[in-house]
C-alpha cells in the first residue's frame, strides 16, 4: 500500500490547503465563523503555532462559498527602509494583484494623481473608490506577519484607524458591509496600536490557537498506521513531549516515520508498552542532544531569540532589564510549576515567545495559570540555561568573571566609582547571586577607600546632623559610619540586596529579627558594611518621603517573598508589627543624633500611606478577617479581605515595584477565586432551596439540601433579592447585559453625541424609582449630560466619547468624600437602596468595561475614607461594597452561571 507517501508532515512554513497531515482545531471554526458574519478577526501567536496554514484553510472554505479573499504577506513589502508612501503603496499593490485588477487599473498613475494626499488616505480612497465598485461580492482581506510593522522606521496607527473606519462606515455606506479584516502575526494588540481610541482590536474578535489536542490528531496517525504499530499510542507519546505544540509535533512525526522507514524490524517497538522509552529516546537524540545544531528549521532559536532579544527584529522590548524581567518570570514558572494568569504585559509577552502557555485551570490554582509549554522546552530551557543568559546581562559580567579567575586577588578588575554606580543602578530590585553580592561590594570598599579628602570632609560634617537639638552633638564612635558618604541610590540597593540575599536562605523568624535588629535598633549588626550603609542614609538627612519609600521597599521585599511561600504569610503581620515597638515608653533612648532622628523617621513612616497600606494588607492575607456583623462591630478596614476590587487602588502606590504588583495581582486573583466559587456553592444551594418550598411532592433530590454559608454580609433574603436584581431580567424581558447590548446596538445608528446623551438619559432613568427621580434626581442627571463634553455634540458617537461620558458619569455618580457632590450618592443609596444604586452603576459599566477599574477605584477612595469607622455606622456603604461584589461575580466572573434559573 502506498498511501503513506502523500504523507508528508512538514514543520515550517505554511501547509498546502490540501495537506493530509493539517489538524483541524476550534480556531479553524471560530475564524471562519467571525469572518463569515463579518467580524474583525485576529489570530495573534506566538510563532510556528499554525497561524499562516489556519489562514490557507480558512481562505479556501471562503472561497469556495464564493468570497473574494486575499491574503497580504507583509514581509514580502518589506520593513528596512522604508518610506510610509513605499509601504502602502506596496499594500495597495498586493491587493491589486490579488484581485486581479491589474487591466482595469493603473496603479502607478492613480498613486501620483493623488500626491496630495497622504499615504493612507490613498489607501482608504482605494477601498471605497476602487476595490469596493470593482468586487461585487464579499470581500475578506488577510494581513499576515503582522508584527512587521513594528521594525518599521514609523508607527503604522493611521492603517488600523483605517481598518478600524471601515467598520464604522458600514451604517453610512452599506457597501463596507461586505469587506471585512483577519490579522495574523506575532505581537499584542497595545503593541501593535498606540492609540486606543482607534484601535480596531476592541471591536474585534480574538481567535485563540491553541495546541494539539489527542481527539483532533486523527490525521497525524493515519500517516503512520502502515509503517508502526500502535500508531495512536505514538501519537499520545508524541504529545506528551510537545504539549500539541504543532511545529514539534509535526516534526516527532516525520522522524518517527523515518525511523519506521530506515530501521531494522527489530528496532520499532512491537510491545505498546515499549512506546514511551522509544519516543524518548528519538527526542533526546533528535532534538535536545546539541540542539542548537540539530534546530533546522529554526523553532528553538526563535523562542530563544525572541526572549532574549538576539535579534533586530522585534522591538518590543528593546533593553536588557526588560530582557532579564521576563527570564525572571519564566524562572518563577520553572520554581513553582505554575503561577496564576494575570493578563500583565510581561506575561503576554512571554506566552508570545512560545515558552510557556496559558492553561483554563491550575493543579495548584483554581483559576487559569502559566505553565511551560511542553517538556521539551522545560528540558532545554531549564534552570541552569536562565542562569547563564542571566550572568550574560549584567554589565559588570566580563569584570567579575575576571575577578573570580584571578581568586579574588586582582583588583584591577574591581569597579571604579562611576562604573559602581552603573552597576548598582542596574541591580536595582534585582536578585542577585552571593558572588554579585561579594564583587559589588568589594567594589565598593575599594571605591571608598580611595575617596578624597573632600569626601570625608563631608562626612565630618554629616556626622553632626541632629534634627532636634540646637547645638550639633558628635555621633558616638561605635555608631559612626566607617565610610565616607555615597549616593543614596547606592547605599539604598546595598540594602535591597542584602535582604534579597538572606531571604533566600533564611526562615522568616530569623528575618524578621534580622530586620529589628537592622532597621529599628540600629546598631551591633552583624554586618558592619550593612549597617554602615544604613547609617549614611539616615545622616544623609533624607526627606521622610524617601525614607518611606526606602523602608517600605525593604518590608515589601520580604513581604513579596513570603505571600508566594506556603504557611509563610502569617510572617507579614509580625513584620509590620515591629514598627510599633520604637514607640512604646523608654523603648529606644535616643543617645545621638542618629538615633534620634531614626526615631523621628520612624515616626513618620508610621503615619504614612505606605504603613496604612502595609495594614491594610495585613488585614487581606489575615484568613481570619472573614467578619460577621451580627456577632461584632468592627472598623471598615477589618474587612478589606472581602473586596479583591479594592486591592488594585487600595495596596498599591504609583511608585510600586513590579514584584509588589504582581503579588498583589496573585493576591487578588485567588481572592476573587476563592469568592466565586463560594457564591457559586451558595447560590446552587439558594436555588435548591427554592425548589423545595416551591415543591409539592418533594424528591430525594430535594429533599436532603447540605446547609451553605452565605459568604456575604448580606442577610440571605437581601443576597437573594441581589442575586435575582443583577442575573434576572429587570425591565421587561431584559437583564443588565441584554439592556446594554441593546441600547449599544442602537447607538449606531444615532446621528449625533447630542442624540446618544439623549438616549442615554432614558437609558438610565429606566433604573431611576420615578418618585425620587422626578423630585430632583432626574433634573440634575439631565444637565449633567448637557454638559458633558459639548464641543462634540455634533459629532457621531465613537468609543472615545463612550468612554469619557460614563467615566464622568461615574465622577457625577459615586464622588470622592471630599467633594461636595458625594452626597449624591449617600442620597441615591438612602432613597432606591443599595442593589437598585448598584444597579445603575452597572448599567453604565456594562456600556462600557473600560470604566471598571474607575469603579473599582472610586469604591477604594470611599472605603479608605470610611475605614476607620464601624461598620454599624456605615452600614449603607458595607452593603454597597456587598452588592457589587454580586454584581461583579455576575457579569464578569468566570463561573458559569448558565444553570442558573432566574
Not at 524 to 531: C, L, V
Not at 679 to 691: A, E, K, P
Not at 807 to 835: A, C, E, K, R, T
Request: glycine share 4%.
Amino acid at each position: 500500500m502506498n498511501t503513506t507517501l502523500a504523507y508528508n508532515y512538514q514543520f515550517g512554513g505554511c501547509l498546502p490547503a490540501d495537506s493530509p497531515t493539517y489538524v483541524w482545531r476550534q480556531a479553524d471554526v471560530e475564524l471562519y465563523d467571525g469572518l463569515k458574519a463579518g467580524n474583525f478577526c485576529y489570530v495573534l501567536n506566538s510563532r510556528q503555532m499554525g497561524k499562516s496554514s489556519l489562514r490557507v484553510q480558512t481562505m479556501r472554505r471562503l472561497q469556495e462559498e464564493g468570497f473574494a479573499c486575499a491574503a497580504i504577506d507583509l514581509t514580502k513589502i518589506g520593513c528596512q527602509n522604508l518610506t510610509p508612501e513605499q509601504w502602502y503603496a506596496g499594500l495597495v499593490r498586493r491587493l491589486v494583484i490579488s484581485f486581479d485588477l491589474t487591466q482595469q487599473f493603473n496603479l502607478r498613475r492613480w498613486w501620483r494623481d493623488r500626491d496630495l494626499l497622504s499615504p493612507v488616505q490613498r489607501f482608504s480612497e482605494f477601498i471605497e473608490r476602487i476595490l469596493l465598485p470593482a468586487i461585487p461580492q464579499r470581500i475578506v482581506i488577510f494581513v499576515d506577519e503582522i508584527d512587521s510593522v513594528l521594525s518599521l522606521n514609523f508607527r503604522v496607527d493611521d492603517f488600523l484607524a483605517a481598518i478600524r473606519a471601515c467598520y464604522d462606515s458600514r451604517a453610512d455606506y452599506p457597501a463596507y458591509q461586505r469587506l471585512t479584516f483577519a490579522l495574523l502575526g506575532v505581537a499584542t494588540p497595545s503593541e501593535l496600536m498606540q492609540d486606543k481610541n482607534s484601535t480596531p482590536f476592541n471591536i474585534g474578535r480574538a481567535i485563540e490557537l491553541t495546541g494539539f489536542q489527542l481527539h483532533e490528531c486523527l490525521p497525524l496517525a493515519q500517516g503512520l498506521a502502515a509503517k508502526v504499530n500502535y500508531s495512536p499510542a505514538i501519537i499520545q507519546e508524541i504529545l506528551t513531549w510537545t504539549g500539541g505544540k504543532p511545529f514539534l509535533t509535526q516534526k516527532l512525526c516525520q522522524i518517527v516515520l523515518h525511523q519506521a522507514e530506515l530501521s531494522l524490524p527489530t528496532k520499532i517497538p512491537q510491545d505498546k508498552s515499549q512506546i514511551g522509552a522509544w519516543i524518548e529516546q528519538l527526542v533526546r537524540s533528535h532534538i535536545m542532544e546539541n540542539w542548537e545544531a540539530k534546530d533546522e528549521p529554526e523553532h528553538l532559536k526563535t523562542i530563544r531569540d525572541r526572549l532574549c532579544r538576539y535579534t533586530t527584529r522585534d522591538r518590543l522590548l528593546p533593553n536588557r532589564s526588560s530582557t532579564r524581567q521576563l527570564l525572571t518570570l519564566y524562572q518563577q514558572i520553572l520554581d513553582q510549576g505554575e503561577i496564576p494568569a494575570d493578563n500583565s504585559p510581561e506575561q503576554r509577552e512571554l506566552r508570545l515567545s512560545g515558552l510557556v502557555v496559558k492553561q483554563p485551570i491550575g493543579q495548584k490554582y483554581a483559576h487559569p495559570v502559566l505553565r511551560v509549554y511542553n517538556r521539551i522546552y522545560e528540558s532545554i530551557f531549564n534552570q541552569d540555561w536562565v542562569r547563564r543568559v542571566l550572568d550574560n546581562l549584567r554589565p559588570y559580567h566580563c569584570a567579575m568573571t575576571a575577578w573570580f579567575a584571578s581568586g579574588c586577588q586582582n583588583e584591577s578588575y574591581l569597579l571604579n566609582r562611576n562604573q559602581l554606580q552603573e552597576a548598582l543602578a542596574w541591580a536595582k530590585g534585582k536578585r542577585l547571586t552571593p558572588k554579585e553580592y561579594q564583587f559589588l561590594s568589594t567594589s565598593r570598599q575599594q571605591a571608598i577607600a580611595s575617596s578624597d579628602q573632600g569626601n570625608r570632609d563631608t562626612q565630618k560634617q554629616l556626622n553632626t546632623i541632629s534634627t532636634v537639638q540646637r547645638t550639633p552633638k558628635p555621633t558616638p564612635p561605635e555608631l559612626s559610619p566607617t565610610s565616607v558618604p555615597r549616593s543614596l541610590s547606592a547605599d539604598e540597593q546595598i540594602l535591597y540586596d542584602h535582604l534579597l540575599y538572606w531571604i533566600q536562605r533564611e526562615s522568616p523568624q530569623q528575618l524578621i529579627e534580622r530586620f529589628e535588629q537592622l532597621f529599628i535598633k540600629a546598631k551591633n549588626y552583624s554586618e558592619p558594611d550593612i549597617i554602615a550603609a544604613f547609617h549614611r542614609i539616615i545622616l544623609a538627612n533624607p526627606r521622610h518621603q524617601d525614607f518611606t519609600h526606602i523602608l517600605n521597599r525593604c518590608c515589601h521585599i520580604l513581604i513579596n517573598r513570603w505571600q508566594m511561600q506556603a504557611n509563610q504569610d502569617h510572617a507579614i503581620a509580625q513584620l509590620v508589627a515591629l514598627f510599633e515597638k520604637p514607640f512604646q515608653p523608654r523603648a529606644i533612648r535616643a543617645t545621638s543624633g542618629l538615633l534620634t532622628r531614626l526615631r523621628q523617621l520612624l515616626g513618620e513612616f508610621t503615619q504614612s500611606e505606605d504603613y496604612q497600606t502595609l495594614q491594610r494588607l495585613v488585614k487581606v492575607v489575615d484568613h481570619t478577617a472573614n467578619v460577621d456583623h451580627q456577632d461584632s462591630n468592627p472598623a471598615l478596614g477589618q474587612l478589606i479581605c472581602r473586596y479583591p476590587y479594592l486591592y488594585t487602588h487600595a495596596l498599591l502606590s504609583s511608585d510600586s515595584s513590579y514584584e509588589h504588583q504582581q503579588t498583589i495581582r496573585h493576591i487578588q486573583t485567588q481572592r476573587q477565586w476563592q469568592l466565586e466559587m463560594n457564591l457559586s456553592q451558595y447560590v446552587t444551594y439558594l436555588i435548591r432551596r427554592v425548589r423545595l418550598a416551591s415543591s409539592k411532592t418533594p424528591t430525594p433530590d430535594t429533599t436532603l439540601v447540605q446547609p451553605v454559608p452565605n459568604p456575604t454580609l448580606l442577610s440571605d433574603r437581601e443576597l437573594y433579592l441581589a442575586l435575582k436584581q443583577f442575573m434576572g431580567k429587570v425591565e421587561g424581558a431584559y437583564t443588565y447585559r441584554d439592556l446594554a447590548q441593546s441600547f449599544l446596538k442602537q447607538s449606531n445608528q444615532t446621528p449625533s453625541y447630542r442624540a446618544f446623551k439623549a438616549d442615554l438619559y432614558e437609558y438610565l432613568t429606566a433604573a431611576i424609582e420615578p418618585a425620587y427621580g422626578k423630585h430632583q434626581f432626574n433634573h440634575r442627571l439631565a444637565q449633567h449630560l448637557k454638559n458633558t463634553l459639548p464641543d462634540s455634540d455634533s459629532k457621531k458617537i465613537n468609543d472615545f466619547l463612550l468612554l469619557r461620558t460614563c467615566s464622568q458619569l461615574l465622577s457625577f455618580l459615586v464622588s470622592s468624600p471630599q467633594h461636595p457632590n458625594h452626597y449624591l450618592f449617600v442620597d441615591l443609596i438612602s432613597n432606591m437602596g443599595p442593589i437598585r444604586t448598584t444597579g445603575l452603576l452597572l448599567k453604565i459599566i456594562l456600556l462600557c468595561s473600560k470604566v471598571k477599574p474607575d469603579l473599582e477605584k472610586r469604591f477604594s477612595i470611599l472605603f479608605t475614607h470610611y475605614e476607620r469607622q464601624t461598620i454599624n455606622d456605615i452600614f449603607w456603604l458595607v452593603q454597597s461594597l456587598e452588592n457589587l461584589n454580586v454584581a461583579f461575580f455576575v457579569n464578569f466572573g468566570n463561573m458559569d452561571l448558565s444553570r442558573i434559573q432566574k
